[in-house]
């Protein structure tokens, strides 16, 4: 299956902003932030297909993650 990965802010240092993973069928976000060495502790919002969520749900071909680091600022 194809997930599409969106990546903002200080997520994008050194990979592309938005990548397209062909994974195993069943596979939960947390295995897609493994695979791009993104430690969970520093993910502030996490959406799968718009709606905000735990790391544990399971992919489906088609899906759509959006990844934000903690943003800063005044």
Do not use: H, Y
């Not at 990965?5 to 939960?28: D, H, I, M, S, Y």
Request: hydrophobic share 40%; glycine share 10%; net charge negative.
């Amino acid at each position: 299956m194809n997930v599409e990965v969106r990546l903002f802010a200080t997520f994008r240092e050194g990979r592309e902003k938005k990548q397209v993973l062909t994974l195993a069928e069943g596979t939960e976000i947390s295995e897609v932030l493994n695979r791009l060495n993104i430690n969970v502790e520093e993910v502030s919002i996490l959406l799968l297909n718009g709606i905000d969520g735990p790391v544990d749900r399971r992919l489906n071909d088609g899906d759509v993650i959006a990844i934000f680091p903690p943003v800063g600022g005044g």
